[in-house]
């Protein structure tokens, strides 16, 4: 059983993790109708597919400091056991808790077998590319690399490549980085070389490589999650504009001449295999509106588009208020307040139901229900929450061994005249866990199980939040 809530938590969190991602999405849309100039900011694309990775991160929101409700804190008298009531099976229930089992593990193996697969690609993949960089001869000079390029490239330790392929320039790799250079780039003019070249080593500054394959790797590992997808092809594309824009910057009247060396290295250049895993200068699976972009971009006479600081700023106080959004959701997704609980025990026998009024307890209404167990039974947490009380001196001598446990929604639940624990104060439970044994401490006569829910500081009937047998 607790086996299947954790499964259960663990598919809400992979539909959340969907959901939020096409509202992102959505937000994305709106942000390219009414602002494109953000749109065209490749870390836009990279912030929002870093807030679709936020509802899977094991952060919740810490449970509070809950005050012990004072209804608690009153005598309460306990009733005898009603041992005579009828007693409860769970053949029905667990027929029902197996075949879904079988569809909640179906569904898991489904979702691992797909991260498997996409892990054997992505690992395919860099082979691939790393073959093609070993085939290559490393470039020890390069008469098109200029003085401040080449200064640059010795302090990066990178390694310079020269290809008999015929692709587009490229760079790859993570901890060592490797700039791939084709033999055709000999062919152009010594001023085109110099600017693809200083396309190139922008990607390395701006760490365009090891971006490149965490997200491909994302791609691949959630392939179940489209918007990923989408967030990462719209990162590279964006992410070529700003390269482009970075050295059109630097040298300002260049943009023809750079626009003549995106148009012959696209024509010079031909489709290869692992495309994904590098930026490539010229790549061909890129469509031909991007190309076309590209080109308009780099001759366009408006100013380049500068991402400052204020920018930045903007959108680390946007995404941090995301992310704290999406916390605070998934906080009260996993434990909604009209969640059905499990019954605290495996005997369904209640002997005493809520709200009951009899002379045994002098006129008093029964503030919870009693369920009859063996003694020494196992006592279950009903839900997930933060255990506050684990002891027999916080609360009235006559719940004897109780335990109370928040619940997180303003819920807490209480389990009393319990024989041992296996939990202490301040532990995090999931429901389904062992907290303890049936007993008989504190005023009882007989071995049962005592449990409350409480909502705020009142006490509510217990049945309304358990599963039925």
Not at 14 to 21: E, G, R, T, Y
Not at 413 to 425: K, N, P, Q, R
Not at 438 to 455: D, Q
Request: proline share 4%.
């Amino acid at each position: 059983m607790n086996n299947q809530i954790v499964l259960i938590e663990g598919l809400t969190l992979v539909v959340m993790f969907v959901a939020w991602s096409g509202l992102l999405y959505l937000f994305s849309l709106l942000v390219r109708r009414f602002m494109p100039k953000l749109s065209n900011w490749s870390r836009f694309w990279l912030a929002l597919c870093g807030l679709a990775l936020v509802p899977l991160l094991p952060i919740t929101l810490p449970q509070q400091s809950a005050i012990i409700p004072e209804v608690l804190k009153q005598a309460i008298v306990h009733s005898k056991a009603q041992w005579g009531a009828t007693t409860q099976t769970l053949a029905k229930q667990s027929l029902a808790f197996e075949a879904v089992n079988i569809g909640l593990w179906s569904i898991v193996a489904l979702i691992l077998l797909g991260c498997g697969y996409g892990l054997w690609r992505f690992t395919a993949e860099l082979r691939r590319v790393d073959r093609m960089v070993k085939q290559s001869d490393i470039q020890a000079n390069f008469d098109a690399i200029n003085p401040q390029q080449h200064a640059f490239i010795v302090d990066e330790n990178i390694a310079v490549r020269r290809s008999g392929l015929s692709v587009s320039p490229f760079v790859y790799g993570f901890f060592k980085l490797h700039l791939m250079l084709p033999d055709y780039v000999q062919q152009l003019p010594p001023q085109q070389q110099v600017l693809l070249i200083e396309h190139e080593l922008t990607h390395i500054k701006r760490m365009d490589p090891q971006v490149v394959i965490v997200l491909r790797l994302l791609v691949r590992l959630f392939w179940f999650n489209p918007f990923i997808r989408l967030f990462t092809q719209h990162f590279i594309d964006t992410m070529e504009l700003n390269c482009d824009a970075q050295v059109i910057a630097q040298s300002p009247s260049q943009k023809s001449t750079y626009a003549k060396t995106l148009i012959a290295s696209l024509k010079m250049s031909k489709s290869h295999g692992a495309v994904d895993l590098i930026p490539c200068f010229c790549a061909r699976h890129n469509s031909a509106n991007v190309f076309q972009l590209r080109i308009r971009s780099v001759m366009a006479d408006a100013k380049t588009a500068c991402y400052g600081p204020v920018f930045q700023m903007a959108l680390t106080l946007v995404c941090s208020l995301f992310a704290c959004f999406v916390v605070v959701a998934k906080s009260d997704l996993l434990q909604p307040a009209g969640q059905l609980g499990l019954f605290p025990v495996d005997s369904h026998r209640i002997t005493a139901r809520f709200d009951v009024v009899n002379d045994i307890r002098n006129r008093r209404p029964h503030r919870g229900i009693d369920i009859g167990a063996a003694l020494g039974a196992d006592v279950l947490a009903s839900f997930s929450g933060t255990v506050l009380i684990a002891d027999d001196i916080s609360l009235h001598q006559n719940y004897g061994k109780v335990i109370l446990i928040d619940n997180g929604s303003d819920r807490k639940t209480l389990y009393a005249h319990l024989d041992s624990f296996t939990v202490e104060a301040g532990q995090t439970v999931v429901a389904g866990q062992k907290l303890g044994q049936v007993g008989m401490t504190g005023r009882t006569t007989g071995p049962h199980l005592h449990f409350e829910v409480l909502a705020g500081d009142k006490h509510v009937d217990p049945e309304q939040y358990l599963t039925k047998p």
